[in-house]
């Protein structure tokens, strides 16, 4: 595994650190794995929440998906130029922004430090 891999920032397990919460399933969560699209339709008793409790809850969301999204294009950098070794940092990076661009996935700023590494 490469450096770009384990620089990644870990998943921690779902939930906060508050030992009485009780998180609750909530359906509408949809996924594609082979053609990697997905889909999110909440149902009406979360239309229904007041609107700060929603607020809060996409924040929680949001920041976990961060996570998934921050792991998953450390991978994919590490996927795409784990194999041209003899790449320059650069090279690597311009390589690994075209093919996100082709493919319309954003690259968060902050990232060329972690696939400079490889």
């Known amino acids: 595994m ?14 906060t650190s508050d030992p009485d919460e009780f998180q609750m399933p909530l359906p509408g969560l949809f996924a594609d794995l082979e053609l990697g699209r997905g889909s999110v339709l909440l149902s009406d008793e979360f239309r229904h929440c007041p609107s700060l409790v929603k607020l ?47 493919l ?6 902050g990232f060329d430090a972690l696939t400079i590494e490889s």
Do not use: K
């Open 104 to 109: 319309r996935i954003e690259v968060p700023s």
């Open 56 to 102: 809060q809850l996409l924040r929680d969301w949001q920041r976990s998906l961060a996570r998934y999204r921050h792991e998953a294009m450390a991978q994919f950098a590490h996927e795409l130029t784990g194999g041209s070794p003899g790449l320059a940092a650069s090279e690597r990076m311009a390589l690994f922004r075209s093919t996100c661009e082709n």
């Open 2 to 15: 490469s450096e770009i891999a384990r620089s990644s920032v870990q998943a921690g397990r779902a939930g």
